[in-house]
Nanobody
Framework: VQLQASGGGLVQPGGSLRLSCAASGFSFDHYAIGWFRQAPGKGREGVSCIGSSRGRIFYSASVRGRFTVSRENAKDTVYLQMNNLKPEDTATYYC?????????????????????WGQGTQVTVSS
């Protein structure tokens, strides 16, 4: 199993970035994929998750309305479109494979419910 996050960078407040998570080594369309972030000195925070069937999508309160998660099963890829970025969004962003197809509300943001992680991509929001 491999997950590779990309698309991070330096952006000014109010700007946008699109992260990608390319997956391989498992039946991609059978699993939910989550996005987490970790800022220096802080714990890993669940940002979003998309189920194998696209109807189930979750966002943290801090990004809802600004971030949009999507997946393209034909390309084994999940995307995180991030708009109206704020300095507090600065972190390393990770994608991860959930242990099942569709998490429940109480589980999607729990790191221990994910069994494979990508290497992370840095997002810095600064003027």
């Amino acid at each position: 199993v491999q997950l590779q996050a990309s698309g991070g960078g330096l952006v000014q407040p109010g700007g946008s970035l699109r992260l990608s998570c390319a997956a391989s080594g498992f039946s991609f369309d059978h699993y939910a994929i989550g996005w987490f972030r970790q800022a220096p000195g802080k714990g890993r925070e669940g940002v979003s998750c998309i189920g194998s069937s696209r109807g189930r999508i979750f966002y943290s309160a801090s990004v809802r309305g600004r971030f949009t998660v999507s997946r393209e099963n034909a390309k084994d890829t999940v995307y995180l479109q991030m708009n109206n970025l704020k300095p507090e969004d600065t972190a390393t962003y990770y994608c991860a494979k959930f242990v099942g197809s569709n998490p429940i509300l109480s589980a999607w943001a729990t790191p221990s419910q994910y069994d494979s992680w990508g290497q992370g991509t840095q997002v810095t929001v600064s003027s």
